[in-house]
């Protein structure tokens, strides 16, 4: 069966202090990594796809990386707008299967 | 660009009622999907458009819900009628493409069934 596992579900750090999210995953045929960031009452918003072990995304105080069972989320001098939950989702073709988040909490 | 959006943002409805959620998906994109998050799981999958045509439909819980999407633009989620387990927050989003990009988000129905 099809499975996305993150941890932990939940992380309180520091402002400045890096740290990096987990997420494995058993998908069939993976067409796709996602990385969503989400905010209360609002939706996802999606933040990178990655396709191959061994491929590397950056967007501001973000990297993602993959490996053919894990994708990492690294989170480099955080600041309290980067709190939010962030979701791992993996896509067999067309729907894509999340993962239940974890809860990021940066304290200023 | 104007993004997904979904209506209304919260219902809140007696076992056995009817409700019928919508989303406007961003224009042009022909890809529409429904999502759902009940209390302390995971976002999961309810089904798959393609313009008008039902492409997966393999995450739909029971009959009780029916999914159209009449002329490709638009979509609406009917469920009838509606039980306890069916609270949650049901997501709408859209892609132009299979969403190997990344799909776009509306904010949520906040379905509360009591």
């Known amino acids: 069966e099809d499975q996305v596992t993150q941890s932990p579900e939940a992380l309180r750090l520091q402002e400045g202090e890096s740290s990096s999210l987990n997420c494995s995953y058993t998908?069939?045929?993976?067409?796709?990594l996602f990385w969503y960031r989400q905010d209360p009452g609002k939706g996802p918003e999606f933040l990178f796809t990655l396709y191959s072990a061994g491929e590397e995304k950056e967007k501001e105080r973000l990297k993602a990386t993959l490996t053919k069972k894990e994708s990492f989320l690294h989170i480099t001098a955080p600041k309290p707008e980067d709190s939010a939950t962030y979701l791992c989702a993996g896509s067999p073709r067309g729907k894509i299967i999340f993962g239940k988040g974890t809860r990021l909490h940066i304290l200023p | 660009e104007a993004g997904v959006t979904q209506f209304p943002s919260h219902s809140v409805i007696e076992k056995g009622q009817t409700v019928t959620l919508r989303c406007d998906p961003i224009s042009g994109h022909d890809n529409l999907y429904w999502y759902r998050r009940v209390m302390g799981k995971e976002i999961k999958f309810l089904l798959h458009f393609v313009k008008e045509s039902k492409q997966d439909e393999s995450g739909m819980p029971n009959n009780r819900f029916l999914a159209e999407r009449t002329g490709g633009t638009y979509s609406t989620l009917k469920v009838q009628p509606a039980e306890l387990e069916d609270s949650g927050v049901y997501f709408c989003?859209?892609?132009?493409?299979?969403?190997?990009?990344?799909?776009?988000f509306g904010s949520g129905t906040r379905l509360t069934v009591v």
């Open positions: 998908v069939s045929g993976l067409r796709g």
């Open positions: 989003a859209s892609s132009q493409d299979r969403g190997y990009n990344g799909y776009t």
